[in-house]
């Protein structure tokens, strides 16, 4: 008999489930004991016992620690895991992995702690066949139905299974997943109401042989280059091949081109509810996280709210298939906000307490956002996705994300903004079908707001599909500037430069989702090396617009480029010298308006916002911990930082005010020292009343970005006296406790 248990896998079971054959496993040699301090803690919250519980997570490790393959201990015994690294480190230990195990008791309502050792081997050998996988014991089978006016079109993961539209992600003894998606020039699985078959369905798999369940994540997607267009349909969502059930309805919905829904269930039945904590201690060290405060206990009180009692909360919130869930769909709108920061404020809890509610409210609002319109994916054969590589090969840029070589030209801003810019050659144009809305009214990204929705959930759980999103965002953001290469604002010397020019919190946002992608994908994919190429580009541009010495990049055409083009921006928009500012400003900023209640309009032009300035200085100091050289970009952007905190000519709770005056009006040069940035300020104008209002504001309150930029320049000039401000202004805020998001301390 074949279990037709189905049920919706929930934030916990995307987090852990996995398992693997019951072996015993042979005690650990001294030389594989496990690290202490690196461990989780599983915690059963069912009330239901079970023998063999799977277990299925992702982990970054520090240095040096792993040398082979991470074997998960429990109680000094070591337990059978397949480990799929799927990065290393430079000197060849792991940086990140995927662990599939099973605990062999998992009481009711206890907690397990689990250490991680190295082992030889990952156990990856003889994965799950594709003739396993269409075993009577899987039954398995998933299918979507899309219905429209009578018509019905629909498309099945066993029939893609069987035409051998499938890779591999994670394989070997314990637990197979599969990707089911033909990216394809055919692209025979495509399905549609016409002609065109704008929509991809896409299947994630894992395998579990035993005790034969199956994990599946159904994902609808438009995102094909030369077929966007808006549908309309109602949804059905079957699962099992032998006496097939429906797991989802929706009634007759629009879904707009470049973007995508998914759901995920089990066949076979989800395991009981389990809640783990991954170990912030331990993560920051990996670097793969920031070093957030650890001190900091978020109450239950707060966790109680943030899930259930608010308006907002998570269980109030709307989270079907493109709704808003906790998100804030027009993501221009002025204001600070929950996802605004380093991450997430639902993210951050969920790394401080490791509490189910969080996981499962930041699991699901990173599923839903998949419903920005940022999803493109290249349709056209015989474009290269990269530069070539070392040893000539390049690979093709068919079925991946949107990259700036495939088409170097082209620009995707906001909405129908891009269709027909003119700057765009019609070779690279994308230009959606029947007049596609691209719901700029409805859904609208910017990189001046942009969150970092995923790369916490995949660096926890492996999942491709958080994966891939990183990968859309990281893409679309790389192509939302001017290609140009003839104007400040372009791109750099050639089309697919990683230039990145935008509002000054724009960079650092940018530049912080660019890194993180670099230093996530997994080693020796396409993606991987493009994200790092462009990184690299982007402070290489920097660094000759900022006129930066010994550098390594100095010379370079991206440096030249910048040096030359790019350092235009200090000068095209006003009849002032081209010097550059030397208080450390990252542009020019705007004109002061007569009524400013902060600068004053009669001694100051233009002015700029220095918690901007905070955020770029976040975005610099993250590429650095995650490895790239943002040394000398540091040193230049520190000043707006530690020397306005330190300097004996300026109030140092000046530096959190909302705008700070950059240019001269009497000769519209830039202020050269911080007593005549002071004297531009409104003598009515006192700073100290604002200052401690934002302490009350933990999601951005002014002084704690501070706070945050202030931790990134520790080591810059000045940086220890600046770092003592923030120990004994800011760190105190009592607001930092239930929100802990930009509390984070100098490595």
């Known amino acids: ?216 994540r159904f994902i609808g997607e438009v995102a094909n280059t030369v077929a966007l267009q808006d549908q309309t349909y109602a949804l059905s969502l079957k699962l099992q091949n032998l006496n097939p059930i429906n797991v989802y309805s929706k009634a007759s919905f629009t879904h707009p081109a470049a973007t995508r829904w998914t759901k995920e269930f089990w066949i076979g039945g989800a395991p009981s509810k389990i809640e783990i904590n991954h170990n912030l201690e331990y993560l920051r060290q990996t670097t793969a996280v920031p070093n957030f405060d650890t001190s900091h206990v978020i109450s239950e009180a707060v966790l109680h709210a943030a899930y259930t009692q608010n308006l907002d909360s998570w269980t109030n919130a709307a989270k079907d298939i493109f709704d808003g869930g906790n998100l804030f769909k027009l993501m221009p709108t002025a204001g600070g906000r929950d996802e605004i920061g380093p991450y997430p404020t639902w993210v951050v809890r969920w790394l401080y307490t490791g509490d189910a509610r969080m996981c499962e ?155 993180q992608a670099a230093f996530l994908n997994p080693d020796g994919s396409a993606e991987k090396n493009y994200f790092t190429r462009l990184t690299h580009d982007a402070i290489a541009v920097w660094e000759g617009t900022l006129g930066l010495t010994g550098t390594p990049n100095e010379g370079t055409p991206n440096y030249v480029w910048g040096a030359t083009t790019a350092r235009k921006k200090f000068s095209d928009k006003m009849p ?35 918690w901007m300035h905070f955020i770029l200085v976040y975005g610099l100091g993250r590429a650095q911990e995650l490895g790239f050289s943002t040394d000398k970009l540091l040193g230049y952007a520190s000043k707006v930082v530690n020397r306005s905190l330190t300097n004996a000519n300026y109030n140092p709770f000046l530096t959190t005010a909302y705008q700070m005056p950059t240019v001269k009006r009497v000769n519209d040069a830039f202020y050269l020292s911080y007593l005549d940035e002071r004297k531009s300020y409104l003598a009515t104008f ?7 209002e934002q302490l009350q504001d933990g999601n951005h309150g002014y002084a704690f970005l501070l706070m945050t930029a202030t931790a990134m320049t520790r080591r810059e000039a000045a940086g220890t006296q600046a770092w003592s401000f923030v120990q004994q202004n800011i760190q105190p805020a009592p607001a930092l406790h239930d929100n802990p998001k930009w509390a984070i301390l100098p490595r």
């Not at 970092?452 to 953001?477: I, K, P, R």
């Not at 006192?686 to 401690?692: S, T, W």
């Open 1 to 216: 008999m074949f279990s037709i248990r189905v049920m919706r896998a929930t934030c916990w079971f995307a987090l852990t489930c996995g398992f693997l054959l019951c072996l015993p496993a042979p005690p650990l040699p001294v030389s594989a004991q496990a690290n202490v301090s690196n461990f989780i803690t599983i915690r059963e919250k069912a009330g239901v016992t079970t023998t063999n519980y799977p277990v299925q997570i992702a982990r970054p490790f520090a240095p040096g620690e792993i040398k082979k393959f991470p074997r998960a201990v429990v109680n000094g015994a070591a337990l059978t895991t397949q480990a799929d690294v799927k990065a290393r480190w430079a000197d060849g230990t792991v940086k990140h992995a995927v662990l599939e195990f099973y605990l062999p008791t998992l009481a009711a309502n206890s907690t397990v702690t689990v250490t991680f050792a190295n082992q030889a081997s990952g156990l990856n050998a003889n994965p799950l066949t594709k003739a396993a996988m269409l075993g009577k014991g899987f039954n398995f089978n998933a299918r979507m139905e899309l219905s429209r006016m009578g018509t019905i079109t629909s498309a099945a993961a066993r029939d893609m299974l069987n035409a051998d539209q499938f890779t591999y992600w994670n394989q070997g003894t314990v637990a197979t997943s599969i990707i089911l998606a033909d990216h394809s020039l055919a692209r025979t699985f495509d399905i549609g109401f016409d002609s065109n078959r704008s929509i991809r369905p896409i299947f994630h798999a894992t395998f579990w042989p035993l005790v034969n369940k199956v994990k599946v």
């Open 361 to 515: 409210q930041s699991v699901g609002n990173a599923e839903l956002s998949a419903a920005f319109p940022i999803h493109f994916r290249e349709g056209l054969d015989g474009r290269s996705f990269d530069r070539p590589a070392a040893n000539g090969t390049q690979p093709a840029a068919l079925g991946k994300i949107l990259s700036m070589t495939a088409r170097p030209t082209v620009f995707l801003h906001r909405g129908n903004a891009y269709i027909d810019y003119n700057y765009t050659e019609p070779i690279d144009k994308i230009v959606p079908l029947n007049g596609t809305s691209m719901q700029d009214d409805e859904w609208l990204p910017d990189c001046a707001h942009q969150p970092d929705y995923h790369s916490v959930l995949y660096t926890l759980t492996g999942d491709y599909f958080f994966l891939e999103e990183m990968n859309f965002w990281a893409s679309w953001s790389a192509v939302s500037a001017n290609f140009t290469n003839a104007y400040w604002w372009g791109r750099g010397p050639v089309g697919d430069t990683g230039g990145i020019i935008d509002e000054v919190r724009g960079d650092g946002w940018i530049l912080r989702n660019r890194a």
């Open 576 to 610: 002032h010298p081209t010097e550059l500012p030397p208080l450390g400003y990252w542009e020019e900023g705007h004109a002061v308006g007569s009524w400013s209640e902060i600068v004053d309009y009669n001694k100051a032009e233009i002015e700029a916002s220095p």
């Open 686 to 692: 006192d700073p100290m009343p604002g200052f401690y």
